[in-house]
């Protein structure tokens, strides 16, 4: 059986293949010297991990290089970690560099990431547990070194700018073994025994090794159950610590803690010129707004002629009064004329208008009723006769029908 021939493009995609899915060649870490470092305009670092007796040719894209915390040079000796793959156009294999650190910082880098991501699991990162600094304290605590140079430029710093407040210095240990139990202890002074109004922990730039005390998780601790705001000002502006995740505010060199603990003393007194400029505008344009309305009121008409207002609300209660008494005969002569009506009504349907013109009812008067009949008259009965003034009494001799 023939086997078929393959391209140089099936070769190198083949060979790619196989290296991406190598579980050990698409995870190692390499350590070597950097050779040919070159960062390319596209932001993508091209360099070779060289030893002794070989050289690696690597890439760093872009996005992984600006999570770098430092600038690979040439000699430099580092530990890159990635996967090996193939470029298959020049069919060179190279290893594509996801992260980076110094040699020998391999392991601090990732116990600090291991850290940072346990802790912000955690909540100890979360904006909702900061709390809000005291727009003028006036008392500040400083968990530093004594004798280092942090302390005075913080002090300096606060008395330049502001030179109202309190400073206590709590003296301690800012690298090392026994540092981030200092640090605790400093913190805990403040909250329980000299309380203040802000606390700032922090020293000047160093290594990772010598920064490494405010990555202690004793300290991240200390931090976030601190009832008084901590500021962390620890290394220089690129240098981050777990202290600088965890604190209230973080500051990049303890000279910038000093000016936003405090504000500036020139531009307090500024504001507070303009806000009592604008509280005196404010106050007489209200003055003047009420004497126009007062000025109104006392040249009103009926300001300057009360008892003319009085005369004109008399009679004009007067003239309601006439009208109301005409209103009234004019009432009480309409229900006289239909009362009269009415009578006349009923006068006409009375008995004893019928008797006035010459008629007469005939009554019997042992059950009162009236006799419509002869048949009810009877031979030799008694009746009664209605007349319109009075009543005869008579007896029936005869009773005839008509």
């Not at 070779?48 to 000796?77: N, T, W």
């Not at 500021?231 to 604190?247: L, P, W």
Request: charged share 30%; glycine share 8%.
């Amino acid at each position: 059986m023939e086997i078929r021939a393959l391209s140089v493009s099936e070769v190198n995609g083949y060979i790619k293949k196989a290296l991406s899915t190598d579980p050990i060649l698409s995870g190692i870490s390499v350590k070597g010297e950097v050779s040919n470092c070159k960062l390319h305009s596209s932001g993508h670092l091209y360099f070779s991990l060289k030893d002794s007796s070989s050289r690696l040719r690597c890439i760093m894209f872009r996005e992984a290089v600006k999570r770098l915390s430092f600038m690979p040079a040439e000699g430099m000796k580092v530990l890159a970690r990635g996967g090996i793959s193939v470029y298959e156009r020049d069919g060179q294999y190279q290893l594509y560099v996801r992260d980076m650190s110094q040699d020998g910082l391999g392991e601090l880098y990732e116990a600090f990431e291991r850290l940072k991501k346990s802790l912000e699991l955690k909540g100890y990162f979360d904006e909702a547990n900061k709390k809000k600094l005291p727009l003028i304290p006036k008392r500040i605590g400083v968990v530093t070194s004594a004798e280092g140079a942090a302390v005075r430029d913080i002090i300096t710093t606060i008395n330049r700018r502001w030179g109202k407040a309190e400073i206590l210095v709590y003296n301690s240990l800012v690298q090392g073994d026994r540092a981030p139990e200092q640090i605790c202890r400093g913190i805990q002074y403040f909250n329980e025994t000299e309380p203040v109004d802000v606390i700032i922990i922090g020293r000047g730039g160093g290594s990772i090794e010598e920064l490494w005390a405010f990555n202690d998780e004793r300290v991240a601790r200390a931090i976030f159950e601190s009832i008084i705001p901590v500021v962390s000002s620890v290394g220089h502006q690129t240098d981050f610590t777990i202290a600088d995740f965890v604190a209230d505010l973080r500051a990049p060199t303890p000279t910038a803690a000093g000016e936003l603990v405090v504000p500036e003393l020139r531009q307090v007194n500024t504001r507070l010129t303009e806000t009592r400029v604008r509280i005196k505008t404010a106050v007489e344009k209200r003055i003047k707004f009420e004497r126009l309305k007062l000025d109104r009121i006392r040249d009103s008409y009926g300001f300057r002629q009360p008892v003319d207002r009085v005369i004109q609300m008399g009679q004009q209660a007067d003239e309601g009064q006439e009208r109301l008494i005409r209103a009234m005969g004019r009432y009480m002569q309409n229900l006289r004329q239909t009362l009269d009506k009415r009578t006349a009504m009923l006068n006409g349907l009375s008995p004893m208008a019928v008797l006035e013109r010459g008629y007469a009812v005939v009554r019997d008067p042992q059950t009162g009723k009236t006799v419509k009949s002869v048949v009810q008259a009877g031979k030799d009965n008694r009746l009664d006769v209605l007349l319109k003034d009075g009543i005869i009494n008579v007896k029936v001799i005869e009773a005839k029908r008509g």
